[in-house]
């Protein structure tokens, strides 16, 4: 059973170009979760979707930023019209349905804005 | 809203040595707790956890006992290893919430 995926790992876009993260979570797990980490930071909870549904987006930034996780394929965070503030480690969790489940993380996307 | 505090890094630490990260939490009602690691390349493992108060988490001789009292959730090992070289989180999840919040992590390093 493949752990969960990200990709890419490394990404570079300039100023005002979009970027888009994927996320496939693993086999059996329908919950993901998304986390920004900045420089020195620890990890920021952005968002949380089940299949078709966004249950949480408290984290999100108002503007810019989305996320979907659809009926097939994988989970993708979307940064339109990129900054250098949004040069981050993002990272992806997955967990199967039920009570406190575990989340199992990904590498992470490395996404440095020039 | 919820927060969690944790020792500042980095640690640096000789091989067999004793090992305590701090961490300290604030939160509402009676958050889960956790310890994720995080080894170079990769991505955040769980290294522990408990749910309620006095329940002490253990594995692969790393400790943590949830003490309500202090609020705290310090992270213990007794020997450590090279491979115990990472950076490690303190994070909760409050009350059935399916989300972390998380301590800033502390980078451990292990000498030989």
């Known amino acids: 059973n493949a752990g969960v995926m990200q990709n890419p790992r490394h990404l570079v876009r300039r100023r005002g170009q979009e970027a888009r993260l994927r996320c496939s979570p693993m086999?059996?797990?329908?919950?993901v979760y998304w986390y920004r980490q900045l420089p020195e930071e620890g990890l920021k909870f952005m968002v949380y979707l089940q299949k078709e549904n966004i249950i949480d987006e408290s984290g999100m930034p108002k503007e810019r930023f989305s996320a979907e996780f659809p009926k097939e394929g994988p989970s993708i965070l979307r940064i339109q019209q990129v900054v250098r503030g949004d040069s981050a480690a993002y990272f992806c969790a997955s967990s199967p349905p039920g009570p406190q489940p575990e989340a199992f993380f990904g590498q992470g996307t490395r996404l440095t804005v020039v | 809203g919820d927060s969690v505090t944790q020792m500042e890094g980095p640690v640096t630490l000789s091989e067999e040595a004793f090992l305590t990260i701090n961490c300290t939490y604030t939160?509402?009602?009676?958050?889960?707790l956790f310890w994720y690691v995080q080894y170079p390349g990769e991505g955040l493992q769980l290294l522990l956890k408990?749910?309620?108060?006095?329940d002490k988490g253990s594995n692969k001789g790393f400790e943590a006992t949830y003490r309500k009292e202090t609020t705290s959730f310090h992270l213990e090992k007794g020997s450590v290893q090279v491979s115990d070289s990472a950076v490690y989180f303190c994070?909760?999840?409050?009350?059935?919430?399916?989300?972390?919040?998380f301590g800033k992590g502390t980078k451990l390093t292990v000498n030989p």
């Open positions: 086999k059996g797990h329908s919950h």
């Open positions: 939160a509402t009602g009676y958050p889960s």
């Open positions: 408990a749910t309620k108060a006095d």
């Open positions: 994070a909760l999840s409050e009350g059935g919430s399916e989300k972390l919040v």
